[in-house]
């Protein structure tokens, strides 16, 4: 499917809401209304936003701060240099944290310093324990935040096929919140429900390669 730019996108949602004299400044907030909306669908992932990011842990306090676009954590993995390593040969493993709620954390011993093996998401950081004893290398995945679309020629971070989508939907809000049209917003609703509903999902994508062509052989027997 064709990416879409603002501008295109606001042209085919006011024709299908039949709002065509509708400048782009107005549409535009119900476009990213309805992006907002299609990057939140219930139990769609969206590759795209995902995030990978580096960090290092500090001595002076078991937290560092999140990326300014974090939406949510998918995993972190912190570097642990081997016992054997030197200074002229230095290995690490690399280990995955556990998730806690960040009230365990007011109930574990608060003190306590060492290799990080938890960790927790609280307000706009991430919290450690036990408390780092040294620096430590963080590899952060995690989901990214949608930016407003804010010019003309900006096209949404989601792959291309939910472009549409964000037609259908902006289509629907465009006839419910600028004309109150009813009729045309259920219409554009079920068009978008439809739509949504043949979309092949980018988990599904994930789950191709496992689901791939295999040959099976039969033994022979004598």
């Not at 769609?44 to 580096?54: I, K, N, S």
């Not at 900006?154 to 629907?172: N, R, Y």
């Not at 419910?176 to 994508?205: H, I, P």
């Amino acid at each position: 499917m064709p990416v879409l730019s603002l501008a295109q996108i606001a042209s085919y949602a006011t024709q299908m809401a039949q709002t065509p004299l509708v400048e782009l400044s107005v549409a535009s907030q119900y476009i990213n209304l309805a992006y907002n909306i299609v990057s939140l669908e219930r139990g769609v992932e969206h590759t795209p936003r995902e995030q990978l990011a580096f960090a290092s842990t500090s001595t002076i306090t078991g937290r560092i701060a999140l990326p300014s676009d974090h939406d949510y954590t998918l995993g972190i993995k912190i570097a642990i240099p081997n016992s054997w390593s030197t200074a002229t040969s230095r290995t690490t493993e690399w280990k995955p944290l556990l998730k806690q709620p960040a009230q365990w954390f007011d109930a574990a011993e608060s003190y306590a310093t060492g290799e990080p093996e938890r960790y927790a998401d609280y307000a706009t950081w991430l919290e450690f324990d036990p408390s780092p004893d040294s620096v430590y290398s963080l590899q952060l995945r995690y989901v990214r935040k949608i930016s407003e679309l804010t010019t003309s020629t900006a096209t949404p971070l989601l792959d291309e096929q939910w472009h549409w989508a964000m037609v259908l939907k902006a289509a629907e809000l465009l006839s419910a919140g600028f004309t109150s049209d009813m009729t045309r917003e259920r219409q554009n609703q079920a068009r978008y429900a439809a739509f949504v509903g043949g979309l092949r999902l980018d988990q599904t994508k994930k789950r191709m390669d496992p689901r791939g062509m295999r040959v099976q052989y039969q033994r022979s027997v004598k």
